[in-house]
């Protein structure tokens, strides 16, 4: 099993530094900064979305949130009313089972948690920890031996929204989401290619804690990015993976020993520079969740290769080569070629292809192997450090990328070395995604991000209801590309490593 001490911990954080300058360097870094071009967005009055009386919301995520004696994990309750005329006055949080005899008034529940709310939109923290084992028979072991049928499952518990007089407005659970793509084409939606979808992300997508890490430490608040590992995110429903690999030729420390369960692991994942873990079980986890779950497409995005890789666009080293060995062994016959066809591949037919589309962020080996190996998926990445600000930055690439090919809105905070010098103790990568994930929720869910973001990638995916705005929009588009039949609008790029050009192709050609 995956066992690491504090030493190793330090170990592995003894580059904490050059991240720190690292992260400086890349906030000039050409490829993530790259401004997009800018056709002019279609006029929303174009777009009028179906008058529905009351777009209210609810949804329960899990708080990233950590802190002394404060448990892990808590339930949160997320709900927005500004549009309606009910205004929910209290969120209590009950056992599944009151759902069956759907209750009058508040005291009819059996509740575990209770809170009076403030304000038609807004998040509470429950004091209930969300248990690790994911609902359905999709714990990795269970899913391995035996495939779940069903798309989607509750966890054990739900939360309810009552007004005023204790009566029952709305209630809803947290939910996973395994088989939201084949959900969504046998349920008509089988007109979208990967381009078209709107798909859940996560950025930095290995720096998640391995058993046995200390998970607090001062240095892991600036490393980790996530809580559920590889596995546990794509049962939730992310379908965008952000890898940066390190290439390690020798064993270290405690790998050096025989029967390390490291030993001899040359690839990690890294965040910058600090290496997190094996890149193997990374590997292995997709395979595994493919295998239980047929019919979901992966990206897994190679997007930097910061240590031990060479020079970028060098070719004498061997390690690309290996690496690609690694994940062909690993992957195999699920990798989608890079075909035209493929590209143009609704996800129903494209899963018959293959399930995996490897991202490769070297340009020379993605060339070398372009049989295997598709372009890198541009990341539009803003370096920000504010809510505003990325919001801003964001909004601002959705109307420049609409339709054009996958691209990925890096939707999280950057911390700058003084936030992590001087704040250590109040901040961390934890707090940031808390501040941000609620509101790229509720931009997820409306406007041009609705109709046209590709991929939204964030820190501590289960803290937002991305998987369920991706739903909701993937279903709209779907019902909206049908409707207008705009095979022309809905143009799918094919982009084989040369996008600049498929970009400016792009906005010289008229939309409709
Ligand atoms: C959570 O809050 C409810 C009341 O809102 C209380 O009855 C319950 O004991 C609390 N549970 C924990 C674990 O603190
Ligand atoms: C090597 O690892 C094994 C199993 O973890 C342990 O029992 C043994 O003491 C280790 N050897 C050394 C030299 O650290
Ligand atoms: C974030 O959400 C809050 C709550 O709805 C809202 O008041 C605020 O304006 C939003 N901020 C941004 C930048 O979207």
């Not at 209590?92 to 304000?119: C, E, M, Q, Y």
């Not at 295998?291 to 990206?299: N, P, R, S, W």
Request: net charge negative; glycine share 6%.
């Amino acid at each position: 099993m995956a066992r690491s001490t504090a030493t190793s911990w330090s170990r592995r954080t003894q580059g904490l530094f050059c991240l720190l300058v690292l992260q400086q360097v890349m906030a000039a870094s050409p490829r993530e900064r790259q401004e997009a071009p800018r056709p002019e967005p279609p006029a929303a009055s174009e777009e009028s979305a179906e008058a529905d009386p009351c777009r209210a919301l609810l949804y329960v995520s899990v708080s990233p949130l950590r802190g002394r004696g404060r448990p892990e994990r808590l339930a949160e309750v997320n709900w927005d009313f500004r549009d309606c005329d009910v205004r929910p006055a209290r969120a209590v949080l009950f056992d599944h089972d009151a759902l069956n005899v759907p209750p009058k008034t508040a005291d009819k529940l059996a509740i575990r948690w209770s809170d009076s709310l403030a304000g038609a939109a807004g998040r509470l923290v429950t004091n209930y920890s969300v248990p690790r084992q994911l609902p359905g028979g999709w714990d990795r072991d269970s899913a391995a031996s035996a495939t779940p049928e069903e798309p989607e499952y509750c966890f054990d518990f739900r939360v309810a929204l009552l007004d005023e007089h204790g009566a029952l407005i709305s209630s809803e659970c947290l939910r996973i989401r395994p088989r939201w793509m084949r959900q969504l084409f046998e349920s008509g939606g089988d007109n979208l290619a990967l381009p078209e979808l709107m798909l859940p992300g996560t950025h930095n997508s290995g720096s998640f804690p391995r058993e046995g890490d200390d998970k607090d430490s001062h240095l892991v608040r600036y490393l980790l990015t996530q809580d559920l590992n590889t596995y546990e995110q794509l049962v939730w429903g992310v379908r965008y993976l952000d890898l940066r690999v390190g290439h390690y030729p020798q064993d270290m420390g405690d790998q050096q020993n025989e029967s390390h369960p490291d030993h001899g692991e040359r690839f990690w994942v890294n965040h910058d520079l600090v290496r997190v873990q094996p890149l193997r079980r990374v590997l292995h986890d997709v395979r595994i969740f493919l295998d239980a779950a047929v019919g979901e497409v992966v990206i897994l995005d190679f997007h930097r290769f910061p240590v031990g890789f060479g020079a970028e666009d060098m070719e004498d080293t061997e390690a690309h080569g290996e690496l690609l060995a690694l994940i062909r062994e690993v992957l195999g016959e699920r990798l989608i070629p890079n075909e035209r066809a493929s590209a143009l591949a609704s996800i129903k037919d494209l899963h018959k292809r293959g399930s995996v589309l490897v991202a490769y962020g070297d340009r020379g080996w993605q060339q070398r192997e372009r049989a295997v190996l598709w372009a890198a998926v541009p990341q539009l990445w803003g370096n920000q450090q504010s809510l505003e600000g990325l919001v801003e930055y964001l909004d601002r690439q959705v109307r420049a990328m609409y339709r054009v090919e996958l691209h990925a809105l890096m939707a999280e905070l950057t911390p700058t070395v003084f936030d992590i010098l001087l704040n250590l103790e109040r901040s961390s990568l934890r707090l940031m995604a808390d501040q941000v994930n609620w509101n790229i929720t509720a931009h997820a869910r409306a406007g041009y991000w609705f109709k046209f973001a590709n991929i939204v990638a964030v820190d501590f995916v289960e803290g937002s209801d991305l998987v369920g705005a991706a739903v909701e929009a993937n279903r709209w588009r779907s019902e909206h590309k049908r409707r207008h039949n705009e095979a022309s609008r809905f143009s799918v790029r094919y982009c084989d490593g040369s996008c600049e050009q498929t970009q400016s192709e792009f906005i010289k050609r008229p939309r409709r």
